[in-house]
């Protein structure tokens, strides 16, 4: 089974534009949340999407958003980039069974903002 | 307030050691899981754990689930330096529940030298 994939892997952009990250959950999972990780925060949970439908959202300025299709395949955004935003971003995906919660992570996005 | 503490943060020792990482919280969770973590990649998850006092071996590895459920401790024996990485351990409140009752520490970076 093929597992989480994101894209791109790489991105640099200038402040105050904006992107689009990528990722495929593993095939049948329905879950996939984003995090957004640096050095000093750690792991920080930006969003979760599950049928397309946004269940739970962490405490990050509206300039992140994100929507998930009818695939499950799942996209984030962020507007008016800021120096700050510069992090690996990841996007993981789960699930729903009758085990316990568990979450399968893609390699991440490296965004850097100049 | 950090809900789930790791320790210690950094840990940097010779090959052949042998090393234990703490995972400890004040709340009770319904499965934990560890993670381990390269540069630049996503976490992989090692384990999962769910009744308290539970006990996983994973070659070298060996996770304890403390007997309230509470905190959580990893243990390497004769560590390599391909277990170099950062381990995070993760929280669930919800039984196969969503991302929103999942927690993660920040991790403890390991290093070991050849």
């Known amino acids: 089974k093929a597992g989480v994939t994101q894209t791109p892997r790489y991105l640099i952009k200038t402040r105050g534009q904006q992107v689009t990250l990528s990722c495929s959950p593993i095939?049948?999972?329905?879950?996939v949340s984003w995090y957004q990780q640096t050095p000093g925060q750690g792991l920080q949970f930006l969003f979760e999407y599950f049928s397309e439908t946004q269940r739970n959202k962490g405490n990050f300025p509206g300039r992140f958003s994100g929507r998930q299709f009818s695939n499950s395949r799942s996209e984030m955004n962020v507007s008016t980039l800021e120096l700050g935003d510069s992090a690996l971003y990841l996007c993981?995906?789960?699930?729903f069974g009758t085990g316990p919660y568990e979450q399968y992570f893609g390699p991440g996005t490296r965004l850097t903002v100049t | 307030t950090q809900l789930l503490e790791q320790s210690p943060q950094f840990l940097s020792i010779q090959e052949g050691e042998n090393l234990t990482v703490y995972c400890n919280s004040s709340s009770v969770f319904s499965s934990l899981q560890w993670y381990r973590q390269e540069p630049g990649e996503g976490p992989v998850l090692l384990v999962t754990v769910v009744t308290g006092g539970e006990v996983k071996k994973l070659k070298r590895l060996t996770f304890q689930f403390g007997d309230a459920r509470k905190d959580s401790s990893l243990h390497i024996t004769a560590a390599q330096p391909g277990d170099t990485g950062l381990y995070l351990c993760?929280?669930?409140?919800?039984?196969?529940?969503?991302?929103?009752?999942?927690?993660f520490g920040k991790g403890t970076k390991l290093s070991v030298k050849p």
């Open positions: 095939s049948g999972h329905r879950s």
């Open positions: 993981a995906s789960s699930s």
């Open positions: 993760a929280g669930a409140w919800d039984y196969g529940g969503s991302q929103g009752n999942l927690i």
